[in-house]
């Protein structure tokens, strides 16, 4: 894939985004309610990119014809139960479902035991279910069977068996609903709608009234998909017919909270800006009509870049806008001082750029271990001799990458020659060490050495890029294209968090990484704490703050992905962290600005055509390896200042921030208040 092909939509994605957002910025110039004006599309494709942006900034919006049917749970489950179909039984599917989806295990008991979503995907992963209908339950009853056997009455593997049965009970319900193949190898389209009706209105479940609006829709869809004559085709056709009736529907989102009323919100509400398509009759609700994305619209000529942002949607345009107008010295300053985040991160750069060996670089400093060199096995060492760093984190952080689920053995115990890749990362780029490569005993001076690595907590990479072919994170923090913009590359770590939990790989990467920079050896005392490096995990007490204001960074953004679209939930990494600002005062400068602008606008159009977060990751990684990005600036468009300003202070950075507050409070009163 070329980089013209890559981001030949580009251009055009980030006009209109610029129009909506100009378009929102002049109701908050003049001063105008939400309510008293709706923006009138032009093309339906816009529609999900004003979703994204009201989300993005909380703004109350109704939309005619409804929201986009993709962006809700309901059809993630969906959609990832159609694909299963469509590519033989694919477990990885299956896993994704219970990631991304609302599918409902938790209804099903067994011996006082309720099932789970984390608790299944964990489990089919464990039985490495592979591929094959047939497969599923066998390999998932070997799994259970093996943890039966190391279960006693008050252990924890005894709960987690009963789990698995609940499980197991949900996992034949869905067999029994989705169709099988006839002898041809042919599956009926009412067969697959009927299969489909009974997953949204018997298997999933959601308390959020929005989503059990689009399980009705779903069920709607499948409904009349049924009164229309029958065909027969293969599974991956009748899949690829399905899916587009899912992606061009909407439905009447409820942005109420769980146990509310659910209000379709697709006619105008008071205090929320109403949105339509232009080609529906009833135009003239509200006074002010703003047209977007026809040609004489003037909501928004000028891109991001070239704009003065002004008046600023947010605090991270205002840090933009900044570093237009002001020295870039002085207002990186002030933004490292305004972000914890960033400027730990900025600290572990430095300490990282320099030849000293630091608790950044694996010195985790005299008397962190508390283990003696006899606790650890031969392999251990061996482990340690090929990288010492590796070592630290696989028998000391306890971090290792979950083993890729693959096809299940058959009935002779082989394992097929086809194996299916990890649900987030293709197999072919795993990398782990080879505990089998060395049967040998240690030599005496490779157990002088370990020995001396333990008494004084040293875990060098054994080269001078930081990362080795024995390395572990070399598959979170090695090489790739995106390293002319290091900043991107550390954004894909914190966004694989999202894609598979069980994985503590990316969340390590994040943390020791430039947006949050916490050493070596405050991951050790987390964990000799007792902390854990996963998306759900709590900070404890006496966690180190780096630790604490990174976990709960990842927390927030979970939060976001249970009911927005992922292109909002980048969006939002984004702005937390002032990240176009702070890349704009880096090295990379307007080059790494501009870069960023075109990863996001990729996201931003995948994510408004139903892609995943899953998905998205996949696809960044994949564009991130065969993309060069730009290696010039954009036009400096902007006028300096004759008179450099004075530097920025946490005073200016308060009064900015009360009055973007101050202006969407203004514009959130109802009209005539």
Request: proline share 9%; hydrophobic share 40%; charged share 20%.
């Amino acid at each position: 894939m070329t980089h013209s092909q890559i981001f030949m939509d580009v251009e055009r994605a980030g006009d209109d985004e610029a129009k909506i957002r100009n378009a929102l910025r002049g109701l908050l110039e003049k001063e105008q309610p939400f309510d008293g004006a709706q923006f009138l599309l032009s093309r339906s494709a816009l529609l999900p990119l004003c979703f994204e942006l009201t989300r993005l900034y909380d703004i109350p919006c109704t939309f005619d014809p409804g929201v986009p049917l993709h962006y809700s749970k309901a059809a993630r489950t969906a959609f990832a139960w159609l694909r299963w179909l469509a590519e033989d039984y694919s477990g990885r599917h299956l896993i994704r479902m219970m990631y991304d989806g609302i599918p409902a295990p938790q209804e099903l008991h067994f011996e006082g035991e309720r099932g789970g979503r984390l608790q299944m995907a964990a489990m089919l992963r464990r039985a490495a279910i592979g591929a094959g209908r047939e497969r599923l339950l066998p390999a998932v009853d070997r799994s259970l069977a093996v943890l039966r056997k190391s279960a006693t009455e008050d252990n924890t593997a005894l709960r987690s068996w009963r789990q698995g049965q609940a499980n197991r009970l949900w996992l034949q319900k869905l067999l029994e609903a989705t169709p099988s193949a006839n002898a041809h190898g042919l599956l009926s389209l009412h067969a697959i709608a009927e299969g489909a009706r009974t997953l949204v209105q018997h298997l999933c479940r959601d308390a959020y009234p929005g989503e059990e609006l689009a399980l009705a829709r779903i069920a709607e869809l499948m409904s009349g998909l049924q009164s229309a004559p029958d065909a027969e085709m293969k599974p991956h056709q009748a899949a690829a017919k399905v899916i587009p009736l899912l992606r061009e529907a909407y439905f009447p989102m409820a942005l109420q909270a769980p146990g509310s009323d659910a209000i379709p919100t697709t006619s105008p509400l008071p205090g929320h800006l109403h949105v339509a398509i232009d080609s529906h009759p009833d135009q003239t609700h509200r006074p002010a009509t703003i047209r977007i994305g026809s040609l004489s619209d003037d909501a928004g000529q000028h891109h991001m870049q070239t704009h003065a942002l002004q008046p600023p949607l947010s605090l991270a345009e205002w840090w933009l806008s900044a570093c237009r107008q002001r020295d870039r010295t002085t207002v990186r300053s002030a933004l490292l001082a305004w972000q914890p985040l960033l400027r730990e991160g900025a600290r572990a750069e430095a300490a990282r750029a320099t030849n000293d060996f630091t608790a950044w670089d694996g010195n985790c400093g005299a008397g962190s271990i508390t283990r003696l060199p006899e606790e650890f096995r031969d392999d251990a060492l061996h482990d340690f001799s090929r990288c010492p760093y590796s070592f630290f984190l696989e028998y000391l952080l306890e971090v290792k990458e979950p083993p890729p689920w693959r096809q299940s053995p058959d009935a002779s115990g082989d394992v097929p020659r086809a194996e299916v890749s990890s649900p987030s990362i293709p197999e072919a780029d795993t990398l782990r060490l080879d505990h089998s490569a060395r049967t040998d005993p240690p030599s005496p001076s490779l157990r002088m050495a370990f020995a001396t690595a333990l008494a004084a907590g040293s875990f060098p990479h054994p080269d001078d890029s930081g990362t080795c072919a024995a390395c572990p994170l070399r598959e979170v923090c090695g090489p790739s294209a995106s390293r002319q913009i290091p900043e991107l590359q550390h954004l894909l770590n914190a966004m694989r968090i999202l894609t598979d939990p069980e994985n503590p790989l990316p969340m390590v990467a994040f943390l020791r990484g430039p947006l949050c920079g916490a050493d070596d050896r405050a991951l050790l005392a987390y964990r000799n704490a007792g902390g854990q490096f996963a998306f759900n995990a709590r900070a404890i007490p006496g966690t180190d703050e780096r630790i604490t204001r990174g976990l709960q960074f990842i927390k927030d953004t979970v939060r976001l992905v249970r009911s927005n679209p992922p292109g909002t939930v980048i969006a939002s990494m984004l702005e937390r962290l002032a990240l176009h600002a702070a890349i704009a005062c880096s090295p990379s400068g307007w080059t790494g600005v501009a870069a960023l602008q075109e990863v996001f606008s990729l996201v931003q159009s995948w994510s408004m055509t139903g892609s995943s977060i899953p998905e998205i990751v996949d696809r960044l990684q994949a564009a991130f390896l065969e993309t060069t990005f730009p290696s010039s600036p954009p036009p400096e468009v902007l006028p300096r200042p004759a008179a450099s300003p004075p530097a920025l202070t946490m005073g200016d950075i308060d009064d900015a921030e009360r009055k973007i507050r101050a202006r969407f409070e203004r514009a959130l009163r109802p009209s005539g208040v």
